[in-house]
């Protein structure tokens, strides 16, 4: 029962969702559990990373760099933390720490890289999700670009109007 709940709250994952339910089940049989008491440092910045933990239930926090602009955001259940880290090597780049005992599945990149070569078509859905927000991501950026444009076309002709 608890695995079908844990493979659920998988599915409800943007990167997973549209997995079948024996894919996300494959996954999640694959990950471990793992519990984080308050105050617990569940991702340390600045580390290598190999792990990323959905919340199962608890809350965390991430806790921004000193003189970081960002904010500290609360995580919640269903939140996968550390999504990079299970696909490619990387460093963790924020703290999380956990607000209330956190219960969370730890999903390995060498576990979910099993679990891909046993069913390599959950690979391609990963590689098409990833593919996908890099479109939208480059829209976004073409679209910031295109506001500076008009932005600097608005400040010459100020500029000429007063000079």
């Given at each position: 029962?608890?695995?079908?709940?844990?493979?659920?709250?998988?599915g409800?994952?943007?990167?997973?969702?549209?997995?079948?339910?024996e894919?996300l089940t494959a996954?999640?049989?694959k990950?471990k559990?793992?519990?984080?008491?308050a105050?617990?440092?569940?991702?340390?910045?600045?580390?290598?990373g190999?792990?990323a933990y959905?919340?199962?239930?608890g809350r965390?926090?991430?806790k921004?760099?000193e003189g970081?602009?960002?904010?500290?955001e609360p995580?919640?259940?269903?939140t996968?933390i550390?999504?990079?880290?299970?696909?490619?090597?990387?460093?963790?780049t924020?703290?999380?720490?956990?607000?209330?005992r956190?219960r969370a599945?730890?999903i390995?990149?060498?576990e979910l890289?099993?679990?891909?070569?046993?069913?390599?078509?959950?690979?391609?859905?990963l590689?098409?999700?990833?593919?996908e927000?890099?479109?939208?991501?480059a829209c976004?950026?073409?679209?910031?670009d295109?506001?500076?444009?008009?932005?600097?076309?608005?400040?010459?002709n100020v500029?000429?109007?007063v000079?």
């Amino acid at each position: 029962m608890a695995l079908d709940k844990n493979a659920e709250l998988l599915g409800s994952v943007p990167l997973f969702h549209g997995l079948a339910v024996e894919q996300l089940t494959a996954i999640a049989t694959k990950s471990k559990k793992s519990f984080f008491e308050a105050n617990a440092t569940i991702l340390s910045s600045g580390t290598q990373g190999q792990t990323a933990y959905l919340i199962l239930s608890g809350r965390a926090v991430t806790k921004p760099r000193e003189g970081s602009r960002l904010e500290a955001e609360p995580l919640e259940a269903g939140t996968l933390i550390g999504e990079m880290a299970m696909l490619v090597e990387t460093e963790y780049t924020l703290d999380v720490v956990a607000e209330s005992r956190v219960r969370a599945l730890a999903i390995s990149r060498d576990e979910l890289f099993e679990v891909m070569e046993d069913d390599p078509s959950i690979a391609h859905h990963l590689s098409e999700q990833i593919t996908e927000r890099l479109i939208f991501l480059a829209c976004d950026l073409r679209e910031v670009d295109q506001r500076f444009a008009m932005l600097e076309a608005t400040l010459d002709n100020v500029i000429a109007s007063v000079g």
